[in-house]
């Protein structure tokens, strides 16, 4: 079948680092990507991961790994305004796009 | 208008009346989604449409139709509304079907009575 796996909730603090994971199982890979959304907004795109590695924007990085079927989302210098639900999506074999639960981040003063 | 609009923001609707959530996008862009989002679960994939005349079932379409007569329009329709259609509906667009970034709409939170 096809699964995708986030935690649920994270907390971290303000100006600190955090390490959002992602695991999948799916039939085909075309790309993986990493979304935010805002309590009662649409989701907007972050990253896109297609070969393994890092890719880095500001303070925003992502990272793949395609045998392990991972990846992660990592954000430094923790601003409040981080505070959002992280999704993970995985674009399958028939190029559609498959979401995780996504994350939902907690920062703290 | 720029990028993709929805409407209604947000409704109210009794069981068993017939619904349309309008989405139009002025990106010129070939494909176009609808997903559900419900608390707990991933955005699900209603039905989407990869260009202009055509359209595909996604992962939950089950009381909902779509149609794409045009490339900037993606109505959506609940034929009879049940109350399990109680959602935040979003629609989304890309400019290919392939690997292309999905741009989101503001969504429609709708509730069934």
């Known amino acids: 079948g096809q699964n995708i796996d986030q935690p649920t909730e994270m907390t971290a603090t303000e100006g600190a680092i955090v390490q959002i994971n992602c695991t999948y199982q799916?039939?085909?890979?075309?790309?993986l990507f990493w979304y935010q959304q805002h309590a009662g907004e649409a989701p907007t795109f972050l990253s896109y991961?297609?070969l393994d590695g890092l890719e880095e924007k500001g303070r925003f990085s992502s990272f793949l790994s395609r045998s392990k079927g991972y990846s992660y989302l990592l954000l430094k210098e923790l601003q409040m305004k981080d505070s959002a639900s992280y999704l993970c999506?995985?674009?399958?074999?028939?190029?559609?796009?498959?979401w995780g639960a996504g994350t939902k981040l907690i920062i703290k003063p | 208008i720029a990028g993709i609009t929805q409407a209604p923001t947000s409704q109210i609707l009794a069981a068993g009346r017939r619904m349309t959530l309008r989405c139009t996008q002025d990106?010129?862009?070939?494909?176009m989604y609808w997903y559900r989002q419900d608390l707990g679960l991933g955005l699900r994939l209603i039905h989407y449409?990869?260009?202009?005349?055509?359209?595909g079932k996604g992962e939950v379409p089950d009381g909902y139709s779509v149609s794409r007569a045009n490339t900037d329009d993606f109505p959506l329709t609940l034929a009879s509304a049940v109350p399990s259609q109680t959602s935040v509906y979003f629609c989304?667009?890309?400019?290919?079907?392939?690997?292309?970034?999905?741009?989101f709409g503001p969504g429609t939170r709708l509730t069934v009575l």
């Open positions: 799916t039939s085909g890979f075309n790309g």
């Open positions: 991961n297609v």
């Open positions: 449409s990869n260009t202009a005349g055509t359209t």
């Open positions: 999506a995985v674009t399958g074999s028939n190029y559609q796009l498959i």
């Open positions: 989304a667009s890309s400019g290919t079907a392939e690997t292309d970034t999905q741009y």
């Open positions: 990106m010129r862009h070939n494909a």
